[in-house]
Structures are given as structure tokens and as C-alpha cells.
């Protein structure tokens, strides 16, 4: 014990002097097999290609959770989210669910001297309930250690559709403000349900309600008419956001969260990326995260930071194909797999649901390479610390020091992880436990695998990647060891 707390100092030591820029690429939705380094042959994403070329391709990297709110909450704050009520998907009226006094890893990166940036999907609520969209929005990033932001609330299919910079909602004009309802319809305004002939891309569930620029949302919304964002203009925003960001802190250090609005629904890419995949809207938007990955990167050599900057590149949450829309994502799928060789996706307790893209690249320090470690998001608020010289962060019950696994150096890095699917489930090396769980074996919206059974599931996955032979019953003593230990994990008692 005393030799692992003198190591783990030796390395935080050792790293604090360097201060790395910090540079964090989040997708959304997109899953293990989207993207060629990890193996896909019918797509081809160059940038995130050579970034994992110079850089440390994670095999058993994952995120906290199988959907956005909760896999952002853990992964800011180091705690899981499910056991905390209110932090599933969030509407977009919804209160902010990170405290102001909270450290989070955005404080972390602000307590150690960093110009600290959000860029893109928030998705954790704004404002303390009954937000007033035309006055001050706080508290949000700007009051957990983010010192610039430039986000929309929520998701793109859900209102309101604008973009927010700092404290104000960006472009509204005062004479013309808006209002947001997640109750119900604005007399005289589109909807999806009410007027469909006005939609370019309709729904193939929900989404039915306020119909912004062809395309029914989530909630309804009246007003800043000026604000309203260009569906087909977001990545290239969020990307322009960014760059400026890093230009105007590159004395640095810097840490900046980019989180990409790519490839989840409504998938309306620019026209440039229009029909390239040849899988309609949902790999054209693969293409266009990959564009915005290369440029980011292309701002930082034109910089000269490439050497000093640590980039990670993950995603939010598994992939799903049918997620709300009629989009030809299922018809003009092919052959290919989203999820690569894993079972299930987002919304899953199976790997496919939170094991996703995880790279990270640091010319100064990482050598080029393939790590098997089991490592995490929630790990982040802990890791960083570490990096930059600090003690984790109290409060991040569930974060672990895993810098040397991230850096390369440590083959293994966690032993134990909690993965949120639909149950939560459990990692122990190369065992992965699914508890018993009542409800249905698909989710009967998006037609994919949840994870869901009536008897607990066990898998070892040195040899069953893909989760298909349940070896419960003829391994029960490390299936029952595993329902233990992930009952004190639940309770917090384990980390
Ligand atoms: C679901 C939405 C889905 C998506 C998801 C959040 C419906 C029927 N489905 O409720 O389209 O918005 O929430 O995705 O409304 S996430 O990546 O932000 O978690
Ligand atoms: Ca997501």
C-alpha cells in the first residue's frame, strides 16, 4: 500500500511540472465499431485514425453510463450517477443537476491554473428551475469551473433550439423572446404532430412536438427566432467555438471539452458530408465528427501545441441506429456494425452500451500503441488531479488514479467497474455480470438488446467478446461473488 501511494505520487510529481494542455473530443452516440482504428472496414475516419496512430488506442475504454446524462455526470463530477435521482436524460428545461460547490473536473483543471471551455452538448440542466431563457441562465458551466462556454442546453432533438455563450442565450434578439414548454404546444406555432407536412425528415417515434427549421423536436418552444440554430451549420459552430478557444488561450495550460453534437439524432450534416458514407445521415455525421476532429487537431499543429497537449477522444454512450427518426439509418446500415464485435448499444447493459473509442494521444509523453486496460470516464476528476498535481478531488466517490493507465505506463487499470446500462452490471477483470432483470429484452422504440433477462447473466469476455454464452449457471460461485460485490458497489461501498 505504502509503495503504491509513494508511486502514484512519484508520477503525479513527476507529470505536474508539464501541465499539458488538455483537449477532450466527445461524440455522441457513437459506438466501438464506428470508426476504422477500431477495426470497421465500411468506414473511414482518417483523423481519428492518425490520432490513435500517434497515440494510445484503448481496447476497454468506457464511459459511465449507456446514455448522455448520466455518462456526463459521472464523468464530470467522479461519482456514478445512479445513485443519484434526476440524473437520467434530461429534458431541456431541466434545472442544473451538478451544485455550483461541487468540484468537478472542470474545477480541477481551474484550481491548477488552466483557461478551462465547454463547447457543445451540456445536457446536465441550466438554471435553477423555471429558467427565464431571456434573462441570466445560471448557474451552469460557468459556475462549476468552466470559465467560457458555448452549448445548446440539451440534445438537438430537443428545445430549446439555441445555442447559449456564457450567461446569455447567443444571437436572441430582446424584442423577440423565447419560451419553452415541455407541457404544452404554444397556440399557433408548428408542430410535428399537428402540421407533418411541413417536416423534411420525420419521426419514427416521438418527436413530434415543436417543428424547428423541417424538423419536430422534443418540447415545445415559441420565439427567438433569431437564435435558432442551423441544424446543417452545428458542427461547424461548435468547431469554430473551439478553435477560437484554444487561439485565445494558447499561452495556456488549457482544458477544453469539446462535446460534439455528432452522430446523434437528428443527424442533418453540412452538405459537404451529404451522401459520402454511403449509409445516409448517420454515417455522413460520423464523417463530419471526423472533420472536426481533424480540424481541432490541424489548429493545434498551426499552433505549434501538438507536443503539449494531451488529446482524448471518446464518446458519451454506445451506438444506436434508429433513435427517433426516419433517417435511412437501418435501411442503409449494410454490413456495418456500430458496435463492432460488441452486443448492444446505447441504452444496454451488454459492453456496447458504455465500451467506446477511447484514445489519447500526447506526443511529449505517450508512446504509440494498444492498451488492453480497463479504464473509465468517471476516473477523469481522480486521474487529472494527478496530472496537474492535485489530490483527487473529496468528492469523487467513485474516481480512480488511473494517470498510468492512461499514460501508457500501468497495462491494467481498474479491477472492478460499474457499468450503467439499463441494470447495472459489472466488470471484474475479464468477467462481466448482468444481474437478473424484469424488464424487456428489447427496447421496443429503438428494436435494440437492453440487457435484460429474468436470471442473472455471466460472460467471460477473454473468450466471448460478444456476450453469447451465459455462464451463470454453471459458474454460479463467481456469479453469486459478482451480485455481492456489485451490491456494495451500488451502495458505495466499493469503488
Ligand atoms: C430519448 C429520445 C432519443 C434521444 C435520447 C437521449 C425519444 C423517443 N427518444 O428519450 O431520441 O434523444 O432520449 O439521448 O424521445 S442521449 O444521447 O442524450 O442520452
Ligand atoms: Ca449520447
Known amino acids: 500500500m505504502k509503495t503504491a501511494v509513494f508511486l502514484s505520487l512519484a508520477v503525479s510529481v513527476a507529470f505536474a511540472a508539464d501541465k499539458p494542455n488538455v483537449v477532450l473530443l466527445y461524440a455522441d452516440d457513437l459506438g466501438y465499431g464506428d470508426v476504422s482504428c477500431y477495426g470497421s472496414t465500411t468506414i473511414a475516419t482518417p483523423h481519428i485514425d492518425k490520432l490513435a496512430a500517434e497515440g494510445l488506442r484503448f481496447t476497454d475504454g468506457h464511459c459511465a453510463a449507456a446514455t448522455c446524462t448520466p455518462s456526463r455526470f459521472a464523468m464530470l463530477t467522479g461519482e456514478y450517477a445512479f445513485r443519484q435521482k434526476g440524473t437520467g436524460i434530461l429534458p431541456g428545461d431541466a434545472k442544473m443537476i451538478i451544485p455550483p460547490d461541487r468540484t468537478t473536473l472542470a474545477s480541477v483543471f481551474k484550481g491548477a491554473g488552466y483557461q478551462t471551455g465547454v463547447v457543445g452538448k451540456w445536457h446536465l440542466g441550466l438554471g435553477d428551475g423555471d429558467l427565464d431563457w431571456n434573462r441570466a441562465i445560471q448557474p451552469g458551466p460557468l459556475e462549476i469551473g468552466f470559465d467560457h462556454c458555448f452549448i445548446m442546453a440539451a440534445t438537438g432533438d430537443r428545445v430549446p433550439c439555441v445555442f447559449v455563450e456564457n450567461h446569455q442565450v447567443a444571437r436572441l434578439d430582446p424584442a423577440d423572446p423565447i419560451q419553452v414548454s415541455y407541457k404544452q404546444p404554444f397556440p399557433g406555432e408548428p408542430t410535428g ?157 451488454f459492453e456496447g452500451g458504455t465500451r467506446v473509442p477511447f484514445i489519447v494521444r500526447w506526443p511529449a509523453k505517450v508512446k504509440p500503441g494498444v492498451s488492453s486496460a480497463l479504464v473509465c470516464q468517471v476516473d477523469f476528476p481522480a486521474s487529472f488531479a494527478a496530472l496537474t498535481g492535485l489530490p483527487a478531488p473529496a468528492t469523487a466517490v467513485d474516481s480512480h488514479n488511473i494517470l498510468p493507465a492512461i499514460l501508457g505506463a500501468d497495462a491494467t487499470g481498474r479491477t472492478e467497474l460499474v457499468e450503467q446500462g439499463g441494470p447495472i452490471s459489472l ?69
Not at 250 to 267: E, N, W
Open 427 to 495: 466488470r471484474e477483470g475479464n468477467w462481466k455480470f448482468i444481474p437478473s432483470s424484469p424488464g424487456s429484452a428489447r427496447n421496443k422504440e429503438t428494436n435494440s438488446e437492453t440487457g435484460n433477462a429474468p436470471g442473472p447473466q455471466l460472460y467471460d469476455l477473454s473468450r466471448d467478446l460478444g456476450e453469447q454464452q451465459n455462464l451463470a449457471k454453471t459458474q454460479p460461485d463467481q456469479a453469486n461473488r459478482m451480485a455481492a460485490a456489485l451490491e456494495k458497489a451500488r451502495l458505495g461501498g466499493g469503488k
Open 193 to 349: 404532430k399537428a402540421t407533418p407536412e411541413l417536416l423534411k425528415m420525420h419521426p419514427s417515434h416521438g418527436h413530434d412536438m415543436a417543428l424547428i427549421n423541417g424538423i419536430s423536436r422534443i418540447g415545445y418552444m415559441r420565439g427567438g427566432k433569431a437564435a435558432i440554430w442551423k441544424d446543417e451549420e452545428m458542427a461547424d459552430t461548435f468547431t469554430d467555438q473551439a478553435v477560437k478557444f484554444i487561439e485565445a488561450s494558447k499561452s495556456g495550460p488549457f482544458f477544453l471539452y469539446f462535446a460534439a453534437h455528432d452522430p446523434h439524432v437528428p443527424r442533418v450534416p453540412h452538405a459537404r458530408f451529404v451522401g459520402k458514407s454511403g449509409m445516409g445521415p448517420r454515417g455522413d455525421a460520423i464523417l463530419q465528427f471526423d472533420d472536426c476532429v481533424g480540424t481541432i487537431l490541424a489548429a493545434l499543429d498551426r499552433l505549434g501545441l501538438k507536443e503539449s497537449t494531451l488529446v482524448l477522444l471518446s464518446s458519451d454512450n454506445g451506438p444506436v441506429v434508429d433513435d427517433g427518426y426516419q433517417d435511412e439509418a437501418v435501411q442503409k446500415l449494410g454490413d456495418h456494425k456500430p458496435a463492432g464485435p460488441l452486443r448492444g448499444g446505447k441504452y444496454s447493459a
